[in-house]
């Protein structure tokens, strides 16, 4: 019996350790409130000023909720110093729903969006410090994402900041992104005023979908920069490829349904492997003095007209191995430009097939 009695002594002193009150959790953040250890949010927050603020290195996770403005401001500013991760919630209702503010003497980190919605905000995400951006930048990794009604843009930062997008949407907003030097893979682009703006900056864009944005892709500024498109779709736009500032470099990518397909300016193009469908225009120059400029191996087929443009005979244009068939119009209508052979032209509506290049029979 006293054995007994001695195990049961065990039993409930054992009880109640296992049952002692757990210490306190930490409060769950208030409007206004900074942030100094990695956070989950427990539930929605709506605030009428300040949202949160992210001290250096920083993670929160959202949990699944939402971090919603009332009177605009900035919804979570993010310390341009540390390694921050932004993840799993929305962000709505603000002037900048994501900002970065600067902190001097400590380098810049990078910061990392993961399954985040950002929705009828102002501006998305700036990734600079609005009052110094030029220093106080934060290189940002962007998947599985969504940006959509930004009334001025989504995506936006200083020219030396890095973005590094992939699996993500921009739908419905003034300028999807701008500045910075942009890598967008596996992303899709719909009806955006404007896709992608380059200017003093760069941009590649890879296995990407544009559908119905006016200009799809603009690089209007005469700069430094480039734009590298690969393996890309474009559809429904005004200007698909509007590369009247920078060298575009498209390869691998179709265009259909564009009223015009590209431009090209004074810093020419490279125009390669490419179909053109059903477009009204495929390529236009807009200057009368350009870089070198190749258009070669390409399809263009049900067109306005194939391959039809004019340069002056000292513009270093070359033109071949392109197919055009069953455009509207002219096949392969070109002056001023260099021969390399291999064009072919059959079934459009104008004769002859072929203008200022020799086709393969």
């Not at 900074?34 to 290195?57: E, S």
């Not at 930004?150 to 003034?174: E, K």
């Not at 955006?192 to 799809?216: H, K, L, Q, W, Y």
């Not at 200007?239 to 265009?255: D, N, W, Y």
């Amino acid at each position: 019996m006293r054995v007994k009695a001695v195990l049961s002594v065990l039993v409930l002193a054992s009880a109640a350790v296992l049952v002692a009150t757990p210490a306190s959790a930490d409060p769950p953040p208030t409007c206004g409130s900074t942030l100094t250890v990695d956070t989950v949010l427990r539930a929605d927050l709506v605030c009428a000023g300040p949202g949160l603020t992210l001290a250096p290195g920083v993670d929160l996770n959202l949990k699944g909720h939402t971090l919603r403005g009332t009177a605009g401001g900035v919804g979570l500013s993010v310390a341009s110093a540390g390694d921050a991760t932004v993840k799993n919630g929305t962000l709505t209702g603000w002037d900048t729903a994501l900002g970065v503010f600067g902190v001097p003497d400590l380098s810049n980190g990078p910061l990392h969006i993961e399954k985040m919605s950002l929705g009828d905000n102002d501006t998305g995400l700036n990734a600079s410090d609005p009052d110094n951006g030029t220093f106080y930048t934060k290189d940002t990794t962007i998947t599985g994402s969504t940006f959509t009604g930004s009334r001025d843009v989504a995506l936006i930062s200083a020219f030396d900041a890095v973005f590094d997008v992939s699996g993500t949407t921009f739908m419905d907003n003034q300028t999807a992104v701008a500045g910075g030097i942009a890598t967008l893979t596996s992303s899709r682009f719909v009806r955006n005023n404007e896709a992608v703006r380059v200017g003093d900056s760069r941009a590649t864009i890879v296995r990407s979908t544009f559908i119905d944005n006016p200009v799809a892709v603009s690089a209007t500024w005469i700069s430094f920069g480039d734009v590298t498109i690969t393996d890309s779709k474009f559809t429904g736009s005004n200007i698909a490829v509007r590369s009247e500032g920078l060298q575009a470099t498209i390869t691998g990518s179709t265009f259909v349904g564009n009223t015009t397909a590209v431009t090209i300016g004074i810093a020419g193009a490279q125009i390669v492997s490419n179909t053109f469908r059903a477009n009204a225009t495929t390529l236009k120059f807009v200057e009368e003095d350009f870089s070198p400029t190749l258009v070669q191996d390409n399809t263009f087929k049900l067109n306005g007209d194939g391959l039809a443009f004019d340069v002056t005979s000292d513009s270093t244009v070359s033109v071949g191995g392109n197919d055009a068939r069953q455009n509207t119009g002219w096949g392969i209508h070109v002056s001023g430009v260099t021969d390399l052979g291999g064009n072919t032209a059959r079934h459009n509506g104008n004769e002859p097939q072929c203008v200022g290049v020799v086709c393969a029979p």
